[in-house]
């Protein structure tokens, strides 16, 4: 039976985001929270988190807001008079590692006292910048798995390729899709306008990823950007090309991720929703949660 893991992306960006993050994992299909630990909304969502335990969690290291360290810990990672991260900390090479590594300790210090663990998934060590290095350092001290999966390249001509997963992994069969690689056709338009058109889950339903071809003991995890928008989210928040195309899109991805045509999916394609840790390590924790509130999901 494959399986699906539906990971949700930015969670902790701001209260207001979060309302239609939460949204999805109370009346909605999402399994996994990737939580930034930088942001306006970061306490209060490992404090919801906390009471859901089915709920695997990542660290979404984007480093888009504000250190949690005092700016005159982390000088080299701010923008000069501002609180605020360089838009280039994750690439520059002028950044103390020192001070990176500090700041990294002290999100997840911050994550521990909150939430009574560290995230489930931290940052590959694959990229060499300091920012990176500190990032993997960390990410080893507290345990957490990176490089578990096979990404899922859309190729030009329809058929797609994987990328490589760490061999201690490599067995698990986990491969790894998110609407903005896989579905960028979806998302990224030529206007905004284009972009009303957009269908949250259409991608997935239609298989573009082709999990049909996977192994059926294959576990997809499937990224999605669910959430309201306030100022914050608006303007900011993601520094990158395309966030006037994913602040508009975040509302669409909690209606799609609440709704019945994916229900009617998951259930007509016998597919087993599960958490990220059920993926590595053989457990049922989601599936349990789906009996434990009488779920027509749940299929043990």
Not at 90 to 106: F, G, I, P, Q, S
Not at 122 to 145: I, Q
Not at 148 to 155: D, E, W
Not at 227 to 254: C, E, F, H, I
Request: glycine fraction near 8%; proline fraction near 4%; include cysteine.
């Amino acid at each position: 039976m494959k399986k699906l893991i539906v990971r949700t992306d930015d969670v902790g960006y701001t209260e207001v985001h979060d309302i239609g993050v939460f949204e999805t994992y109370d009346r909605g299909y999402s399994t996994s929270a990737d939580v930034m630990l930088d942001s306006p909304g970061t306490v209060a969502a490992l404090k919801r988190l906390k009471n859901m335990p089915w709920v695997s969690i990542g660290w979404h290291a984007h480093f888009w807001n504000s250190p949690v360290l005092d700016t005159s810990e982390v000088k080299s990672m701010v923008i000069p008079g501002t609180n605020r991260f360089r838009l280039d900390v994750k690439t520059a090479m002028d950044v103390d590692y020192n001070e990176a590594l500090a700041e990294c300790r002290t999100q997840l210090k911050l994550c521990m006292d909150i939430l009574g663990k560290a995230p489930d998934v931290g940052g590959s060590d694959k990229e060499d910048t300091p920012f990176a290095r500190a990032v993997s350092v960390v990410t080893k001290e507290y345990g957490m798995v990176y490089d578990f999966g096979h990404r899922i390249k859309l190729n030009p001509d329809g058929t797609v390729s994987y990328g490589e997963a760490s061999p201690k992994w490599d067995s698990k069969h986990i491969y790894l899709a998110d609407n903005g690689a896989i579905g960028r056709e979806s998302i990224i338009k030529e206007t905004l306008r284009e972009l009303e058109d957009y269908d949250a889950v259409g991608w997935l339903l239609r298989d573009t990823h082709k999990l049909s071809e996977l192994p059926e003991d294959a576990a997809v995890m499937h990224g999605f950007h669910p959430g309201y928008v306030d100022y914050y989210v608006a303007r900011l928040g993601d520094p990158g090309p395309y966030m006037r195309y994913y602040t508009l899109s975040r509302t669409y991805d909690v209606e799609g991720l609440c709704s019945q045509r994916l229900h009617d999916w998951i259930k007509e394609n016998n597919i087993e929703l599960c958490n990220l840790r059920d993926a590595l390590y053989g457990t049922h924790e989601y599936q349990n949660h789906l009996r434990n509130i009488g779920s027509d999901l749940c299929v043990y």
